[in-house]
């Protein structure tokens, strides 16, 4: 099976993100005391969107997936479309205006 994340890579992947009410919910791998973690998370909070955190420093398993998924930058976001590495405000927004669109047409 090949990886969706990381070039190269035949095996190894990150878990897809989990659905509710019928959109992906995305996950973001971070570690406690990063600037670029904390402004992903206040980023995603001001957007209004919904996330789910994965702390590193507390799920070996998720830091040894990142790894061997070749990220070497934090956060990591999975949003179940598009995955990114670092502290990124366009994508977030992005996102955010998907969301929306998607709530206005439901």
């Not at 969706?4 to 406690?32: E, K, M, T």
């Not at 179940?80 to 366009?90: D, E, F, M, N």
Request: hydrophobic share 35%.
């Amino acid at each position: 099976m090949r990886n969706p994340f990381h070039r190269g890579a035949s095996v190894h992947s990150l878990p897809a993100p989990d659905c509710y009410q019928g959109r992906q919910i995305p996950v973001v791998y971070v570690q406690p005391g990063y600037p670029e973690c904390r402004q992903t998370l206040d980023a995603f909070a001001a957007a209004g969107a919904d996330i789910e955190i994965v702390d590193l420093s507390a799920d070996k398993d998720a830091r040894h997936d990142l790894k061997t998924c070749g990220y070497q930058h934090l956060p990591v976001v999975n949003t179940g479309r598009r995955i990114w590495a670092g502290h990124q405000p366009s994508r977030i927004q992005e996102f955010a205006e998907n969301i929306l669109e998607e709530r206005s047409a439901s």
